[in-house]
Each structure stands twice: as structure tokens, then as C-alpha cells.
């Protein structure tokens, strides 16, 4: 009887112990999972820094268009630089995918969620437009800007990220109240803030 006593308590403390090494394990699994995809993320810098420069450098020369030049289709700087930009980024990302050996739950995470944003800014875009409803464009995208960023700076525990969502929705309320150049400074900051710093960041670090 004290055998199968000893043979049962063993069973069980073997049981435990299993239990508790997958636990481990498996958190372990997790933790290097996220690790490899805030490394990946870092590597993909590159989208940071590039939209974050043609964001700004489309504000800058659209205020210069309203205000110094005074033309009446000024506008025409974000249908020629954002389909632009968006050529490059599929080739960029064409090429990374190639090179990647496989993806991450984080990496397909955010994918969505990127691409989810895109989607919405189009349909935001040709509808303000079709409204007349200029002025809304810009409050409306710093406010899914600061979405997505707080999301994914959220999912990497990476606090630039989250910091400039913040940012972004404290400029999306401001830019309510203000004229439509004024918009436009607003979001040249917000940008260089929540994208353009933390992609130098992100830059340093795939460097180190």
C-alpha cells in the first residue's frame, strides 16, 4: 500500500511538474515570438522614415501652394505623391517578403492592420472629396493615424509609437477648430514626431 501510495504521489508530482515546464516553455516560445517580430519590425524602418518624410514634404509644399503661390489646385501634390509612394512601398515589400523565411503572428498582425487603414483612408479620401468636405480630411486622419500606431506600438511594447498616438489624437481634436493651412502645419508636426523619430529609433536599433 505504501508503494502505490509512493508510485501515485510520484505520478502526480511528475504530472505537475510536466504541466508546469510546458507552461514555461510555452511562455518562453511567446517571448522569443515577439522578441523576433520587434526585431523584424525594426528591421522594416524603412516604411517609417519613408512615409513620414513624403507625408511632410506633401504638407509643407501644399501650404507653400496656398499660401505663397496661391493655386487653386493645390491638392494635386497628394494625388501625385501618394500613389507614388505607394509603387515603391509594394516594391519594397515584394522584396522583403522574398527574402523573409517565414511570418510571424505579430508580422501578419500588423500587415492587417496597415493595410485595414489604407482601405479606410481611400474610402475617406474620395468621399470628402466628393462632399466637398475638405477640412475633414485631416482631423479624420490623424485620428485613425493615432489608431493605428498606438496599436502597433502597443503590440511591440515599443513607446515612441504609443507617445505619437497620443500626439495624433490630441492633434486630430485641435485641428477641428483651425483653417485648412493650419491643418497642414499640425500634421507635418504629429508626423515627424510619431513617425519620423521613432523610425530614426527603430533605425538605430536594427543597427546596433
Known sequence: MFRIDNLILTDMENETYTKEFNHEAGLKVIYEMIELAKSKIGNNYFYYLFWGYLVVVAC?????LITAVKYSQHYLVWLILM??????????????????????????????LWSGWFFSFVILLLFANLKQEYTLIIPLSLAMYGLAIFVSGGIVNFRPLIIGAVLAWMASV???????????????????????IPGHILRTKSKA
Open 60 to 64: 509643407i509644399t501644399e501650404y507653400i
Open 83 to 112: 500613389p507614388v509612394g505607394t509603387l515603391i512601398t509594394l516594391l519594397f515589400n515584394f522584396r522583403q517578403r522574398r527574402k523573409a523565411e517565414k511570418r510571424t503572428f505579430v508580422g501578419t498582425t500588423m500587415i492587417y
Open 174 to 196: 485641435a485641428s477641428f477648430f483651425v483653417s485648412y493651412p493650419a491643418q497642414l502645419v499640425i500634421m507635418a508636426g504629429v508626423v515627424i514626431v510619431a513617425y519620423i
